[in-house]
């Protein structure tokens, strides 16, 4: 595991999305090569300026659709870009101390992809599945008839996915976010990622995994960290159905994976319902100020720092509500600054106390409507009271003396928090 990851937080992008390239209306691998990778470059300053260093990037790679149908992975989708254009963004990021992740879609592929339409019985498998006489039928990902499954079994596939890394990352980028990790076997990735440590030692591998038994997840597979989305679902769930008692629980498990790993934490991210559509925007705060006190590498998915709302549906297109188009510059955005006010307090807090990183949290009060937590290594301490009822309350804040964000101000031990109040502050 390197030594970076306990100093970084990203900023998530879904790039398509985000310079306003068409998704589902024509353009595709083969279209001419449209120069907008570099309306991201303006944004790395606000990254900065949010108290941020690292860029976790979506799709980049040539696709059919919406990034995560990759038809060639060692070539930039044309409606981003090509080669100099990532080379650039690369290079204006590392001016900045900004780090680069990338999205790498490893368990399936468009159906358009070389490999696949070049497919025979004689040829070198790379895809799950079975021939029907003289047609091949593949495995798909998750009923998505588009996403052919890789052969994970095949030493091809290890050999593509090996050479796909290692190109990428010795082009500038720091590591790997395995989409759809939990699909793929673990032992596929015991033999693929040693192998790219080899050669590059500080890179850094992210799994998304949903659901499963994350400990052995990564005993098994040799990740270094695995996205948190059961914290994700205390925090919003526990916000909004005014229940901290199910926040209480899932900080309770995600204290219990720090002895094996550190997770990818998040309250929002490409594929889910925005933070502000979820809990409501007066309550954004509160989610803000557990994903920054609690242990975790965190990230910030791009316009929620703004407070953007959108809500993901399960059709086609259900995802572009939360994956809109971003304006030239940061500067031409009208945010909720008490929303965004709430991001640079608390990714400040987090930058001055970088041991956050795998911190225990204590739950010290819990009722339906309020919670104080209380992460602490020595005698360096961080305390959150939330109250998320419609009534005042007091709430005891141990040795929380100095307040860093939010409202109120600590007296004999105790906080008073109005309607939906919320503090944190420093022992």
């Not at 549906?313 to 971003?326: H, I």
């Not at 709430?395 to 031990?413: F, I, K, N, Q, Y």
Request: proline share 6%; charged share 25%; with cysteine.
């Amino acid at each position: 595991m390197p030594a970076w990851p306990e100093h970084v937080i990203w900023w998530h992008v879904y790039p398509l999305g985000f310079v306003g390239a068409p998704i589902r209306d024509g353009e595709g691998p083969d279209a001419e090569v449209a120069h907008r990778l570099d309306r991201l470059e303006p944004w790395l300053d606000h990254v900065i300026e949010l108290g941020l260093n690292g860029v976790l990037l979506g799709p980049v790679f040539a696709s059919e659709t919406h990034g995560y149908d990759t038809v060639d992975h060692f070539r930039i989708d044309p409606r981003l870009g090509d080669d100099e254009d990532f080379s650039r963004l690369v290079a204006a990021a590392r001016e900045r101390g900004i780090r680069i992740l990338l999205d790498g879609v490893f368990n399936h592929v468009g159906r358009e992809h070389a490999a696949f339409r070049a497919l025979t019985e004689e040829g070198p498998n790379l895809f799950r599945g079975r021939w029907v006489g003289d047609r091949f039928e593949p495995d798909v990902f998750e009923g998505h008839d588009a996403l052919v499954a890789l052969d994970h079994s095949s030493p091809a596939v290890v050999e593509l996915v090996v050479e796909v890394m290692c190109h990428w990352l010795d082009r500038g980028i720091d590591g790997w976010r395995l989409d759809a990790a939990y699909a793929v076997p673990s032992s596929f990735w015991a033999e693929v990622l040693p192998r790219v440590r080899e050669r590059f030692p500080d890179v850094w591998f992210l799994g998304e995994v949903i659901h499963g038994d994350a400990v052995e997840i990564v005993r098994a597979s040799s990740m270094d960290s695995l996205t948190q989305y059961e914290l994700w679902q205390g925090i919003w769930h526990g916000l909004s159905d005014r229940n901290l008692f199910e926040l209480s629980h899932a900080i309770e498990r995600h204290d219990a994976l720090l002895a094996t790993f550190v997770p990818q934490t998040f309250v929002g991210n490409h594929d889910v319902t925005r933070i502000a559509s979820a809990v409501g925007a007066d309550l954004v705060p509160h989610a803000l100020a557990v994903l920054f006190t609690v242990a975790g590498t965190p990230s910030v998915y791009a316009g929620d720092e703004f407070g953007w709302t959108g809500v993901k549906e399960d059709r086609l297109g259900g995802d572009d509500a939360v994956r809109p188009a971003f304006p030239a510059h940061s500067g031409d955005v009208e945010p909720d600054s008490r929303i965004l006010q709430a991001h640079q307090a608390l990714i400040a807090l987090r930058r001055r106390k970088p041991w956050l990183w795998r911190a225990h949290t204590d739950v010290v009060e819990v009722s339906n409507t309020a919670v104080v937590l209380r992460t602490a290594v020595g005698d360096d301490a961080v305390v959150v009271a939330l109250n998320i009822g419609d009534e005042p309350v007091s709430l005891p804040v141990a040795d929380g003396s100095v307040l860093v964000a939010g409202e109120g101000a600590p007296t004999d031990g105790r906080i008073a928090l109005g309607p939906r109040g919320w503090a944190v502050l420093e022992a």
